[in-house]
């Protein structure tokens, strides 16, 4: 089963415009990641941000934590049409290294 | 530093065959972790490897088995091929240390899309 439940399940937006996409999550965690896909190929993370950060940022990303709701957001400013890809949040699970991964949002930015 | 590499990129097997995927973490990393991911399911942890020894497993049937080598590297195999295996397999590598219960940064390669016909 999946840990993380992404909302919206897909998001049309033009270049330019913001996008944000939320990520909620069952249990306690120390860390949250987020990952891109572009179709059918390899995940390329993102961003990691613990459990005792509230926000982070790289580059045109911005994440948000919070840990008493059990969720993430992670803002996308000034879209362009690259940044046309599956996006997916992940969490720790039990033993070593396991991340359970959220459903995605599929986000597509028009020229 | 080169990223994670996987091979072959694409595979096609017939139902009741085996098939062995390959993955080069990047280089220093002793972690390679492997995920299922189709569409019905999404991605769904197999298993991770860590000097050479396997440390976590989720929840696949026994014909799917891994294994890492000295240098790392790893290998993961699909015994009995079902029509339900098509799927993209995807390595990723990290250093590991993270304790149990966490993770660090992991690195994906690009993946192997399997078809099983």
């Known amino acids: 089963s999946q840990q993380g439940e992404e909302d919206p399940q897909a998001l049309s937006i033009q270049e330019g415009e913001n996008a944000t996409m939320n990520c909620s999550y069952k249990t306690s965690i120390n860390n949250l990641q987020w990952y891109r896909q572009n179709s059918g190929r390899g995940l390329v993370h993102l961003i990691l941000?613990?459990?005792?950060?509230r926000e982070k940022h790289s580059g045109r990303l911005r994440v948000t934590l919070d840990t008493s709701k059990k969720s993430s957001s992670l803002l996308i400013t000034a879209s362009r049409a690259a940044d046309t890809a599956s996006y997916f949040c992940a969490t720790p699970s039990t033993g070593f290294q396991k991340l359970v991964f959220g459903t995605g949002t599929r986000l597509l930015v028009s020229p | 530093k080169a990223g994670v590499t996987q091979t072959p990129r694409y595979l096609i097997k017939t139902r009741g065959q085996q098939v062995t995927l390959s993955c080069s973490p990047i280089?220093?990393?002793?972690?390679v972790s492997w995920y299922q991911q189709t569409p019905g399911q999404g991605l769904q942890f197999l298993f991770e490897?860590?000097?050479?020894?396997?440390?976590n497993k989720g929840n696949f049937p026994g014909r799917f088995s891994g294994r890492q080598f000295s240098n790392s590297r790893s290998e993961m195999n699909v015994s009995t091929l079902e029509l339900g295996d098509s799927a993209l397999y995807l390595c990723a590598s990290s250093a590991g240390l993270v304790s149990t219960g966490g993770t660090d940064t992991q690195y994906f390669g690009p993946g192997t899309r399997l078809t099983v016909l």
């Open positions: 280089s220093g990393h002793r972690s």
């Open positions: 941000i613990r459990s005792n950060e």
């Open positions: 490897y860590f000097s050479e020894t396997q440390r």
